[in-house]
């Protein structure tokens, strides 16, 4: 059974842990493999952000973070970033934490999602984003240096939340 619920400062070791794991193989995504501790949890815990936690048997598994994809006159186009501890996945932590990103994000009043960067060798992140409703509505050729693959292509993912 997995619990999510808003991320605390009680979180931020847990959460460090995960974005670690998930960011330092630098192939999903586009951010520094050797980003230290409290820049990470800057760019997670960013003003205007809204971070959550996926907690099971007392541990942190999974984290999210909502805001707006623009400001202004775009802020009302959601954007997410999701990480699942590595030792946890193929668990449905992913899809849970994607519903409960989808629900919040129309609580909040937002009128779509946008994902800006998914990477097109992530596989399984697609395959979910797919199945919760999201279409790939553009692709940036070349646009992401995969350390094992080389330049391969990144998806703009959309949704509408009305």
């Known amino acids: ?3 999510i619920r808003p991320a605390t400062a009680a979180d931020r070791d847990a959460i460090w842990d995960i974005f670690r794991e998930v960011v330092t193989p630098g192939d999903t995504y586009a951010l520094d493999p050797g980003m230290s501790r409290p820049d990470a949890l800057e760019y ?3 003003a205007g952000t809204r971070t959550y936690v996926a907690e099971s ?4 598994v999974g984290t999210y973070i909502l805001r707006p994809n623009q400001s202004g006159g775009g ?9 699942v501890a ?9 899809r849970e934490m994607g519903h409960h990103c989808l629900s919040e994000a129309q609580r909040l009043g937002f009128r779509a999602m946008q994902f800006n960067f998914v990477v097109s060798t992530n596989k399984s992140a697609i395959r979910l984003w797919k199945q919760l409703g999201f279409k790939i509505v553009g692709t940036l050729p070349h646009a992401f240096r995969h350390p094992k693959k080389g330049y391969v292509d990144v998806y703009l993912m959309y949704r509408s939340l009305v």
Request: aromatic letters at 10%; hydrophobic letters at 50%.
């Open 44 to 46: 997670w815990f960013e």
């Open 75 to 83: 802020s009302h186009v959601a954007n997410a970033a999701f990480m």
């Open 86 to 94: 590595p030792d946890v996945r193929a668990q449905g932590i992913g």
């Open 57 to 60: 048997s007392g541990h942190i």
């Open 1 to 3: 059974m997995v619990q």
